[in-house]
């Protein structure tokens, strides 16, 4: 018998496949949100827009608020740690935290090194913009990948920008023939054996969610209908209107993302989105995306 | 030629969908109840058992899972499947399908730094079977026609009762297709008993 192996800890994200991921500040939140059928739920102390809003230096969240949603709820518990952060890391590794989120919506705490994620038994989500980053995070030991997009905005651009890229290349390795990889590793800036094992297998090897800007049920089916393996959906739903009833759409329209007749019911009457952010209008400091390499 | 469905509500619906076409059958994945008519058997795959019930409930699933069961229909629960099919879960005032006559207890492993990888032996289906343990649950009790498939220190993890089959881990997350050709045969029999 053997815990944190790639299958176990890759597992875990195959489960949660077609499912809508929830950030949270609180059990209450943690409970709407299970409530409504989310996969899982992200323990944080701010969401992301109001990390954008706060400034400052964003770290791992107060244990107390990470305990108290893993008391409120069933399904499993996320936390974000800042990039490099080892310490932070173990920390919510010790409390039982279900999945790490090595996440650029926290201030970088190593701006040269990730995480080794595969030195420890709870498994990774790791944000990407292209299949480079996407491997060599793999290859680091993440077994769950998400897009990066562009978190606290309400904006999905750059999610849509992020899937399409990723999912443009690998379908580029996997036509390729295996004598051209390596030196498609080296522009990537891939581990070559992670470019194998894509081409392998025809799909990356652990699952893609789509992050960083979901704020309504169609964007969430968009981001399906792009290839992602489920959402994660940060700022969107605790900053609406109807939390409730919004979370509720937006797993229902992840789960049934070519129907669109259902998609237009369960759009109406949602009260008003979070309010969005032009990316253009960011200064270059403010972009959470370019935060890891 | 038999067809079997995958409840494709969420979870690991393409493993156990590759896993059955490796076994030669053809597979289809269920995302509407009148969907259930056009098939043989059902697999309950791995997943959030919660956020299932509540797209169960949200489109009307529940009866035509029911209907389904009463037919004889065989089906196969994986982890989460597993609990929708227990008809008593320890914590829980009420079962969800509710069909098989086991009583299960939910996350009962731990958490996932606790998730793990054994090999089981399985009555009639291997004497060293890869298993993949991730948030299980396990049956804590079982009824008296249950047969006992399996269990993992001393806890019962895999069990059938007649044309129900359930596991506490996920055999679609490896490469070994012997559980799901088990189930296979189970729907062969029962189309075979249910066209003489």
């Known amino acids: ?293 | 030629m038999i067809r079997i469905g995958v409840l494709a509500l969420q979870g690991a619906v393409r493993e156990h969908i590759s896993s059955l076409e490796a076994c030669g059958v053809e597979a289809v994945a269920i995302k509407r109840k009148e969907e259930l008519n056009e098939v043989d058997g059902l697999i309950l795959p791995g997943g959030e058992s919660t956020a299932m019930r509540r797209l169960i409930d949200k489109y009307d699933f529940m009866d035509a899972l029911k209907d389904f069961a009463r037919v004889g229909k065989p089906m196969f629960g994986t982890c989460a499947g597993l609990i929708l099919l227990a008809k008593e879960l320890e914590g829980y005032r009420e079962p969800h399908i509710g069909v098989m006559d086991i009583k299960v207890e939910r996350n009962s492993f731990g958490r996932q730094v606790d998730s793990f990888e054994a090999d089981l032996a399985i009555k009639d289906v291997a004497d060293s079977f890869p298993a993949v343990f991730i948030r299980a649950p396990h049956i804590v009790e079982a009824g008296e026609n249950v047969e006992i498939l399996s269990k993992h220190n001393d806890r019962i993890v895999a069990a059938r009762e007649g044309q129900f089959l359930g596991c506490s881990f996920h055999p679609e997350l490896t490469d070994n297709h012997g559980l799901t050709a088990y189930f296979v045969e189970m729907v062969k029999e029962a189309k075979a008993t249910n066209l003489v």
């Not at chain 1, 989120?101 to 498994?123: F, I, Q």
Request: charged share 25%; with cysteine.
């Open chain 1, 1 to 293: 018998m053997i815990t944190g192996t790639d299958l176990v800890k890759r597992g875990m994200a195959e489960m949660q496949k077609g499912g809508v991921i929830m950030d949270v500040v609180n059990a209450e939140q943690a409970k709407i949100a299970e409530e409504a059928g989310a996969v899982a739920v992200m323990a944080l102390e701010r969401v992301p827009s109001d990390i954008r809003a706060a400034g400052g230096v964003a770290r791992m969240a107060d244990p107390r608020i990470v305990e108290a949603v893993m008391g409120a709820v069933t399904i499993p518990v996320m936390a974000k740690g800042r990039i490099g952060h080892i310490v932070e890391a173990r920390i919510l590794e010790a409390m039982g935290v279900d999945y790490i989120d090595e996440s650029e919506v926290l201030t970088p705490a190593d701006e040269e090194y990730h995480l080794n994620k595969r030195e420890y038994t709870v498994p990774f989500v790791c944000g990407c913009r292209d299949l480079g980053e996407a491997a060599r995070r793999i290859g680091e030991g993440a077994s769950m990948l998400r897009t990066k997009g562009e978190p606290g905005t309400g904006n999905i651009v750059e999610a849509v920008r992020h899937i399409r890229k990723v999912n443009a290349q690998v379908r580029k390795v996997v036509a390729m023939n295996e004598d051209e990889l390596m030196t498609e590793a080296k522009l990537l800036g891939a581990p070559y054996e992670i470019l194998l094992e894509i081409k392998r297998l025809g799909k990356l090897p652990v699952v893609n969610f789509a992050a960083g800007g979901v704020a309504t049920p169609a964007d969430a089916a968009l981001m399906m209908q792009l290839g992602a393996d489920g959402v994660f959906v940060g700022s969107g739903i605790f900053k609406s209107e109807n939390p409730a009833k919004f979370a509720r759409a937006i797993v229902e329209a992840t789960t049934h993302f070519q129907d669109y007749k259902l998609i237009a019911e369960l759009s109406k009457d949602l009260g008003t989105p979070m309010k969005g952010i032009e990316i253009s209008s960011l200064a270059p400091e403010a972009r959470m995306q370019d935060r890891g390499w």
